[in-house]
């Protein structure tokens, strides 16, 4: 039997696909683009331009594989069903709440919270811990998408990253809608992390994602005291206007965002910190982008992600009128261009540092690192995929990062 599969959208999506693909072939199906028995399309809807993107590829999947089942699961499949099944024909769905039962369905296997053994190909391991958002976001589809607050069971996750660790991942990644929110039996994210830093095992910890008014001194302590955890935050700003930010339904300031900031770097080292940004937001001004790049060039963020404002059906935002094309994608290429020179100094600021990093691949006579604080780093030294070294950074261009092993 075969099967084949193509997810969209974030790190959550991944997983949730690579958990259910993980189990087709413990039962003996083969990944198989040709002619595959069945073929999941994990689907994502958070902007217009990915959904069309879904659209076509669900087409062109059908139109080439006329004789396989096509399941469709994800966020549109989700708030989108009628649309999809209009549209397409000989297709089945399943909503994200129930995307579980595509296992238990074909196979008769239970995999309720998405558990995985490893990542195919991969030297990280990536894990779901957390489901579901609850903030109301002017702009974001995801808690129509992904409604139920669901945490993964404490000793599942132990359990989980325990077996990880024996199949000889050395970076594990800790995932979830809203990570910041994760309870299980009366325990909170900061108690992971301290039953996660006893574990024996010569393993890292990333953390994927946390709302700002999620981290506290705590939390940043944890991380601080033990080399377990990476030296790495993202943490969504989305905007660096207080009008924007309001107008957004974002529950901080950007006093409140700068003073986290502030509170990472005098406890943590070489601490990368990157973000998410949203530009052309339907009420952003000229000013209010221009306060939005002057808050993060004096904040020297290591990074950022990008998005171009999306108007989202069933969101509050939906009603206002978007801005000229034109105008977004001029502030794209601008905070697109911040970001560039963002990661350029970050990285200089890094030039002599011995560095915590992960090998994850040859390529082009270089060996690929990343770094504790989320810097990709070449060397012309071999090193084993998966294999954590320390890397100390020797010289930055505009394209590339080199160093050396110590």
């Known amino acids: 039997m075969k099967i084949s599969y193509k997810s969209f959208g974030c790190r959550v999506n991944q997983i949730e696909v690579e958990s259910i693909i993980e189990k087709f072939l413990k039962n003996g199906y083969e990944i198989s683009d040709e002619n595959p028995d069945i073929f999941i399309i994990n689907s994502c809807c958070v902007t217009e331009k990915t959904e069309k993107e879904v659209l076509r590829f669900i087409k062109k999947t059908i139109d080439k594989n006329p004789n396989s089942k096509i399941i469709i699961t994800g966020c549109l499949a989700t708030v989108s069903?009628?649309?999809?099944?209009?549209?397409?024909?000989?297709?089945?769905?399943?909503?994200?709440?129930?995307?579980?039962?595509?296992?238990s369905d074909f196979l008769g296997i239970n995999d309720d919270y998405f558990s995985v053994d490893g990542f195919r190909e991969r030297t990280r391991a990536f894990i779901k811990v957390q489901d579901g958002c609850n903030l109301k976001c002017s702009y974001c589809i995801v808690p129509l998408t992904r409604s139920v607050m669901i945490s993964k069971p404490f000793e599942n996750v132990i359990f989980e990253i325990k077996r990880l660790v024996e199949n000889g991942y050395k970076e594990i990644v800790i995932s979830g809608t809203r990570l910041g929110a994760y309870s299980s039996d009366n325990k909170r994210l900061k108690d992971l992390l301290k039953a996660i830093e006893k574990l024996n095992g010569n393993f890292r910890v990333r953390l994927s994602s946390l709302e700002p008014m999620e981290i506290d001194n705590e939390l940043i302590d944890i991380i601080k005291n033990s080399d377990r955890f990476c030296s790495y935050f993202h943490i969504p700003l989305q905007s660096g206007s207080d009008d924007v930010l309001k107008a957004m339904k974002r529950p901080y300031t950007t006093k409140n965002f700068a003073q986290k900031i502030e509170m990472i770097r005098k406890k943590i080292n070489n601490v990368g910190i990157y973000s998410d940004v949203i530009v052309g937001y339907p009420t952003?001004?000229?000013?209010?982008?221009?306060?939005?790049?002057?808050?993060?060039?004096?904040?020297?963020?290591?990074?950022?992600?990008?998005?171009?404002?999306?108007?989202?059906?069933?969101t509050y935002s939906f009603k206002f009128k978007d801005l000229n094309p034109f105008i977004k994608k001029e502030r794209s290429?601008?905070?697109?261009?911040?970001?560039?020179?963002?990661?350029?100094?970050?990285?200089?600021?890094?030039?002599?540092?011995?560095?915590?990093?992960?090998?994850?691949?040859?390529?082009?006579?270089?060996?690929?690192?990343l770094t504790t604080n989320f810097i990709d780093v070449l060397t012309n030294e071999n090193a084993l995929p998966g294999e954590r070294i320390r890397v100390v950074i020797k010289k930055v261009d505009d394209k590339n990062i080199f160093g050396e092993i110590v």
């Open 81 to 103: 069903k009628d649309k999809i099944e209009n549209e397409f024909k000989n297709i089945t769905i399943y909503s994200n709440e129930n995307k579980n039962k595509i296992v």
């Open 284 to 314: 952003e001004t000229d000013l209010d982008f221009k306060k939005t790049i002057n808050f993060i060039s004096e904040l020297k963020l290591s990074g950022l992600h990008v998005f171009t404002y999306s108007p989202r059906p069933n």
């Open 333 to 369: 290429s601008l905070m697109h261009k911040l970001d560039k020179k963002l990661r350029f100094d970050f990285a200089t600021s890094m030039i002599g540092k011995s560095l915590d990093s992960l090998s994850l691949r040859k390529k082009n006579n270089y060996t690929h690192f």
